[in-house]
C-alpha cells in the first residue's frame, strides 16, 4: 500500500527527473502551421498549445520530453532566450494542486540556491489551475519562469529561460517578452 509519504518522494523524483529532461531537451510534438496565420500550434495527446507569433521551433534543441522554441530570427543562437513545452506525469490528482505546488517550489528552491523564488497562482483561459514559478538569479545573464498548467495525475510544463538583454529588447521594439510569450502559450493550453 502506497502512503502520502511515498507518493510524495515519487513526485519529487519525477519533478527531478522532469527539470532534468527539460534542461538536457525535450520530446516533440507535431506543428501544425495555419496557412492565414503565423502561429504555429503544437498537438500531442495530451493537450493543444499556440506558440505567438515571432517564436520557432528549435530543431537542433529537440529532445524526447519537449519541444524549444526561440526567437525566429536568433535560432542559430547558443545563448538566446528559450520556450520549452513539455508534459509530466504526477501522483497528484487537481483537487491536491496544493501538494503538487509545495512539492514544485521545494524542488526549486533547492536546485536554484542562488536564485530569488517568486511564486505566484492563477487559471488558464479554460479555468485550469495555472501554478508559476520564477527563478532569478542576479549573477545570471537570464532567469527562469516555469508555468504548470495542472491536470489530474499530469502537468503541462512551459519553461521559460529568458536573458535579460532580451527582454530589454523586447520591451523597447514593443513586442511580447519571452516571459510574456511563455504566459501566453500556458494560459491558453487546452487539454485534450
Known amino acids: 500500500m502506497v502512503n502520502r509519504a511515498d507518493r510524495r518522494c515519487v513526485g519529487i523524483l519525477v519533478v527531478i527527473t522532469l527539470l532534468l529532461c527539460v534542461l538536457a531537451g525535450g520530446r516533440s510534438v507535431s506543428v501544425l502551421q495555419a496557412e492565414e496565420q503565423t502561429v504555429s500550434q503544437s ?68 536546485s536554484r540556491v542562488n536564485a530569488q523564488i517568486s511564486t505566484n497562482a492563477s487559471y488558464t483561459d479554460n479555468k485550469d489551475y495555472l501554478y508559476i514559478l520564477t527563478a532569478d538569479d542576479a ?13 489530474d495525475l499530469r502537468c503541462f510544463c512551459v519553461t521559460v529561460k529568458e536573458y535579460r538583454s532580451e527582454a530589454d529588447e523586447a520591451r523597447s521594439a514593443q513586442k511580447a517578452t519571452p516571459e510574456e510569450a511563455g504566459k501566453k502559450i500556458a494560459a491558453a493550453f487546452t487539454w485534450n
Request: net charge negative; proline share 1%; with cysteine.
Open 139 to 151: 549573477s545570471l545573464d537570464y532567469r527562469e519562469i516555469f508555468y504548470y498548467v495542472v491536470g
Open 43 to 110: 498537438a500531442e495527446e495530451q493537450g493543444t498549445y499556440t506558440v505567438p507569433d515571432g517564436w520557432s521551433e528549435d530543431t537542433s534543441a529537440e529532445t524526447e520530453t519537449g519541444k524549444v522554441y526561440k526567437y525566429a530570427e536568433k535560432l542559430e543562437e547558443e545563448t538566446s532566450s528559450s520556450i520549452t513545452c513539455s508534459y509530466m506525469t504526477t501522483n497528484y490528482m487537481i483537487a491536491e494542486y496544493e501538494q503538487l505546488r509545495d512539492m514544485l517550489t521545494n524542488d526549486i528552491v533547492y
